[in-house]
C-alpha cells in the first residue's frame, strides 16, 4: 500500500500528509492532555528540525535523544503541542483563531506563543502575534478575566503580555466606570469575584493619568479595594505600619484635584486619619482661595503621537497644547538618486512602551530589537502592535514592492514629551509619506519590590479568615506572593528526555518568517 506522502502533488501537500505516516515519523513525545491523560504524539525528525534550530540540536545536535527515545513535555499540555506540531507542518492559521475572545481561548494562544518562542520558531510566533493584533476581543465581558490571566505570562511572554495589557488598560480608559461603577460615577464602586484584580495590576490600572474619571472617583475606588483586601471592620490606621497605605493613596490618588465637597465627604467619612485629611484639606482650602477648583477629569492622553520626517516641527507653545504629540525636527533633503525598495529607521526608548504602527501598504516590514524579530507581509489592514524594551536599540526595517527615492533627515534629534523620550539616530523614510507617523503608548513602571512587600506584610495582619467576607478575595490573598498568578509558565529551557535535559536556555528567535498578511478575515474593531 502506498504512503499517504505520495498522494499529494505539490510538496507543501506532502509535507501536510506526512504528518500521520508512521514510515516516516521518528520521534515520539509525550505529555498530559487537558484532562491528565498522558498522550503520545509523533512526528517527523527532519520536518521538526527545518522549522527549529531547537529541534535541530535535540535531534542531530551532541546531546541528541537516542532513536526510539520518548520525549517529555512537563510545561505544556498535548493539546497545545498537537497545535504546533501541526502549524509546523502546515503553515496556515487556525480556525479557532479567527476570533479570540474567552479566557480559554486568549490562554490557549498564549500558550502557543510560550512554545512558539521556547522553540524558536519564528512563524509561530509571528502568527501569534498577528492574532493577538487582529483576532483579539477585548471589551466589558472579558477585561477583568484577561487582566486576571494575563499576568501569569508577564515573565516568558513579556512581548505579548505587554500588548495584551496595553490594550486592556486602553479599554479601561474609556470603560473603569461601566466596570466598577455600576450606578454611576456618582455612586460607590463594587468590588466582587467578578471584577477583582491582583494588587499590582489595580495599581497599574489605577495610577493611569489617561483614565476618564475624577480623581475622587479613584480615591472612592481605591479606598473600596483596601476595604476589600483587608475588612471594613478592621482598625488600619492604628499603628504606624499604616503609613504605607497613606503613601499608597498618596502615589494614586492627586488630592491637590479634589474639589472643597470632596475633600468635605471624605473627612466626614472619618476613615483617613485626621492629620492625614487635615493637611489635604488646608491645601484645597489654599487652592480654592485663589480660585475655585472644579471636578477635574483625568484626560491626559494615553499614547504619544510620533510625527516625523515631516516639514518643519511644533512649537513650544504648540507642544504644550497638545502633550500627546512631539515633532522631530529634522531638515529633510531629497536624494536626486538612489531609489531603492528598504528603508530603515532606528531609535531608543527610556521606557518600556508599546509601538503602533497604522495601516500602509508594503511588501514587508520587520521589528528588531536585541535577539527579538517579528515580521509583517504583505501590508497592515489595522493597526499593529509591538513591544519594546527601553535602553536598547529598536529597529524597523520598511521593504516595499516598488522603489521609492529616499527622503533622509539630517540633525537627528530627541523628542520628548510627559517624561517619555525617543531618540532617533537613523531615520529614512519613502518620499511617498509613508510611516511619518505612529504612535507610542507609554508603559509606567509598576510597584516597586520594597515597596510591594511594606504594603503585603500590612496586609497579612489583616488577612481575612475563610467565612468572612469575599472568599475568592481571602484565596487571592493567601498565594505566598500577592503579584503571584495561578500559575506561571516554567523556564524556556523545561524540555526533559527520559534520561536527560536538552540545553534549551536560549531565547533568540531563529526559522523562516511567514506570510499572514490577509488571511484571518475576522478582524476585531479597534480598541
Known amino acids: ?9 505539490k510538496w507543501k501537500e506532502r509535507i501536510e500528509a506526512s504528518i500521520d505516516d508512521e514510515d516516516i515519523n521518528d520521534a515520539c513525545f509525550r505529555a498530559k492532555d487537558e484532562l491528565g491523560t498522558y498522550r503520545e504524539i509523533k512526528c517527523s525528525r527532519v520536518i521538526l528540525s527545518l522549522a527549529s534550530p531547537v529541534f535541530r540540536r535535540q535531534f542531530f545536535g551532541p546531546l541528541k535523544a537516542k532513536d526510539g527515545e520518548q520525549i517529555d513535555i512537563v510545561d505544556g499540555t498535548a493539546e497545545t503541542l498537537h497545535d504546533v506540531i501541526r502549524f509546523i507542518y502546515t503553515e496556515e492559521h487556525f480556525k479557532k483563531h479567527l476570533k479570540v475572545e474567552t479566557s480559554e481561548e486568549i490562554k490557549e494562544l498564549l500558550d502557543l506563543s510560550y512554545f512558539g518562542h521556547k522553540y524558536e520558531i519564528t512563524s509561530l510566533t509571528n502568527y501569534t502575534s498577528f492574532v493577538i493584533n487582529h483576532n483579539l476581543v477585548i471589551d466589558k465581558t472579558n477585561v477583568i478575566s484577561v487582566l486576571q490571566d494575563v499576568e501569569a505570562y508577564k515573565v516568558n511572554l513579556e512581548s505579548e503580555s505587554h500588548i495584551i495589557l496595553s490594550m486592556c488598560y486602553n479599554f479601561m480608559d474609556s470603560n473603569l466606570g461601566a466596570i466598577f461603577f455600576k450606578n454611576g460615577l456618582n455612586d460607590l464602586p463594587e468590588i466582587n469575584d467578578s471584577n477583582f484584580l491582583p494588587f499590582c495590576t489595580m495599581y497599574q490600572l489605577l495610577k493611569r493619568e489617561s483614565l476618564k474619571v475624577s480623581e475622587f472617583s479613584v480615591y472612592i475606588l481605591l479606598k473600596e479595594y483596601v476595604l476589600c483586601l483587608i475588612g471594613e471592620d478592621k482598625e488600619i490606621f492604628k499603628n504606624d505600619e499604616s503609613r504605607c497605605i497613606l503613601d499608597l493613596f498618596k502615589l494614586l490618588v492627586d488630592f491637590s484635584k479634589l474639589t472643597l465637597q470632596e475633600i468635605s465627604i471624605i473627612a466626614e467619612t472619618n476613615w483617613l486619619p485626621k492629620d492625614f485629611v487635615l493637611e489635604r484639606s488646608i491645601a484645597a482650602m489654599k487652592a480654592n482661595s485663589v480660585k475655585i477648583q472644579p ?25 504644550r497644547n497638545n502633550p500627546g504629540f512631539f515633532g522631530g525636527q529634522f531638515n529633510q533633503t531629497q536624494q536626486p538618486n538612489g531609489a531603492k525598495t528598504d528603508f530603515q529607521t532606528s531609535f531608543v526608548l527610556n521606557k518600556k512602551a508599546v509601538i503602533s ?8 516590514f520587520v521589528f528588531t530589537q536585541r535577539g527579538r524579530t517579528e515580521t509583517i507581509e504583505k501590508g497592515i489592514a489595522h493597526k499593529y502592535l509591538f513591544f519594546a524594551e527601553p535602553k536598547y536599540p529598536v529597529t524597523l526595517t520598511l521593504t516595499l514592492e516598488t522603489p521609492q527615492p529616499p527622503m533622509k533627515n539630517r540633525n537627528l534629534n530627541t523628542c520628548k514629551s510627559n517624561g517619555f523620550t525617543l531618540e532617533i539616530f537613523c531615520f529614512e523614510l519613502p518620499n511617498d509619506g509613508r510611516f511619518t507617523t505612529f504612535e507610542v503608548y507609554p508603559l509606567e513602571e509598576g510597584i516597586s519590590d520594597d515597596f510591594m512587600k511594606e504594603i503585603k506584610d500590612f496586609l497579612d495582619n489583616f488577612e481575612k479568615k475563610p467565612g468572612e467576607g469575599n472568599e475568592a478575595t481571602c484565596t487571592a490573598l493567601s498565594s505566598p506572593e500577592l503579584t503571584t498568578p495561578t500559575f506561571t509558565p516554567p523556564s524556556l529551557g523545561n524540555i526533559s528526555n527520559s534520561s536527560n535535559v536538552a540545553d534549551n536556555t536560549s531565547n533568540k528567535e531563529g526559522g523562516f518568517p511567514i506570510s499572514f498578511g490577509s488571511k484571518c478575515a475576522a478582524d476585531t474593531a479597534e480598541v
Do not use: D, L
Request: overall charge positive; aromatic content about 4%.
Open 1 to 9: 500500500m502506498a504512503s499517504k506522502v505520495f498522494e499529494g502533488n
Open 295 to 319: 471636578k477635574v477629569i483625568r484626560s491626559k492622553p494615553g499614547s504619544v503621537t510620533c510625527q516625523i520626517g515631516q516639514p518643519g516641527t511644533q512649537t513650544a507653545q504648540a507642544q
Open 357 to 364: 504602527i497604522r495601516p500602509m501598504q508594503f511588501k514587508r
